[in-house]
């Protein structure tokens, strides 16, 4: 059987492996995806109940990959602020776009449609080939090409691959990058709730010391729930009925819209902490969750991926006009001090804030109290985290600016 050449090998057609498919494909380089499974199609008539909060510079990279519109005609759920505050009393802080002058801070999305729009976007470019479903039999990095067999027996050749596989990334392992892990002994129970209050375009958490629960607004008017919660408290919420789990919801969102309705379409999965020791090796990138997984309690985790694939457009793009090897490991070393930085604060940050809440410790209690406070009262404070909400502030890449 023939080999099929491109400069790039993407493993993993996802969300971020798509986007960077798309983005490469426009600075002129050939690509292949590679995705063991098909992805289940966005439907109409259902509401998904994974969803991403999708931030202004990650629907500019959207839109100019041309699937926003596409998006934003089946369904969207823009959320002009976000409300949090902790169970051990504080009246908690409020962020609102209209601070800023803008219009929302953001949209909340189903994953599948994401997928769906960028999909579609990769197939209105020649020069992305996309190999689906199937499995990778065999890799082989060498140090001037990659090889692929796939399962059904078609052989690819490219100068780059790339890992936009996962938290348990094949490509990691084969290029022998090792992982920081911890698991934080939660899982996240996700549904579809409905409320006797409307949610008013506002998105709400709170801070319980088994972990986090977070309603956000969905375009129906309903809310897409992530709840948090220790292994104990999970194994708990699981095993109730609809009705007890609805009363659980209203209980622990102190019936801030009323009482819940219905929690339909439940699912959990276990919540754990990745990050790769390294984010390239030669001839190898890493993007998105093959890079870094971190806590869903700020919802950050697919924007730091749409930051990853941009990163890898700029950096290839211009390797490509200097060198034109999309594997060049100077090209693939800039990308690596561009991201992991950054993704590691992150990480930090979200460890930090699941130190502080997700806990009875009264004096931790009281740290966090005076916190949300004193940053409910500055106004810098709360500026700084619209602006970068908004894409306002970072070092974004030029797709995202």
Not at 198 to 205: N, S
Not at 359 to 378: E, F, H, M, Q, Y
């Amino acid at each position: 059987m023939a080999e099929h050449r491109a400069d790039v090998i993407i493993v993993g057609g996802g969300m971020v492996g798509l986007a960077l498919a798309a983005g490469l494909a426009d600075t002129g380089y050939t690509v292949a995806v590679v995705e063991a499974r098909q992805a289940p199609a966005w439907r109409r008539e259902h509401t998904s109940n994974r969803v991403s909060a999708i931030t202004h510079a990650s629907r500019r990279l959207l839109e100019r990959l041309g699937a926003w519109e596409a998006i934003a005609a089946a369904r969207v759920s823009p959320f002009e602020a976000i409300h949090a505050w902790d169970a051990a009393g504080h009246p908690g802080v409020t962020f609102d776009a209209a601070d800023r002058g803008e219009a929302c801070l953001g949209h909340i999305v189903e994953n599948t449609l994401v997928q769906d729009a960028l999909r579609a976007a990769v197939g209105r470019r020649s020069n992305v080939s996309l190999y689906c479903p199937v499995t990778v039999d065999d890799l082989a990095i060498e140090p001037d090409r990659v090889g692929m067999r796939l399962g059904d027996g078609r052989r690819l050749r490219a100068d780059l691959l790339v890992g936009a596989d996962g938290a348990r990334s094949m490509v990691r392992e084969a290029a022998g990058i090792g992982a920081d892990t911890r698991d934080y002994h939660q899982r996240g129970i996700v549904a579809t709730v409905t409320t006797e209050i409307h949610h008013g375009a506002v998105a709400r958490q709170r801070f319980l010391p088994t972990g986090p629960v977070a309603l956000l607004p969905l375009a129906d008017g309903r809310c897409s729930l992530v709840w948090s919660a220790t292994e104990e408290r999970a194994d708990e919420l699981e095993a109730l009925d609809e009705l007890a789990f609805s009363n659980a919801l209203t209980d622990a969102t102190e019936g801030v819209l009323g009482v819940v309705i219905a929690a339909e379409d439940r699912a959990a999965f276990p919540l754990r902490r990745l990050h790769a020791n390294e984010y390239v090796a030669p001839r190898v990138a890493l993007v998105g969750d093959a890079a870094h997984v971190i806590h869903p309690l700020a919802g950050q985790g697919v924007n730091l991926g749409f930051l990853d694939a941009a990163a890898l457009v700029d950096v290839l793009a211009e390797g490509r006009q200097r060198h034109g090897d999309a594997g060049a490991y100077g090209a693939l070393r800039r990308y690596a001090r561009w991201r992991r930085a950054d993704n590691a604060l992150m990480q930090t940050a979200m460890d930090g804030f699941h130190w502080l809440f997700s806990n009875n410790d009264p004096v931790r209690a009281i740290v966090r109290n005076l916190g949300l406070g004193l940053t409910d009262r500055l106004v810098p404070a709360k500026t700084l985290f619209v602006d970068h909400a908004v894409g306002r502030r970072g070092d974004l890449p030029s797709l995202m600016r």
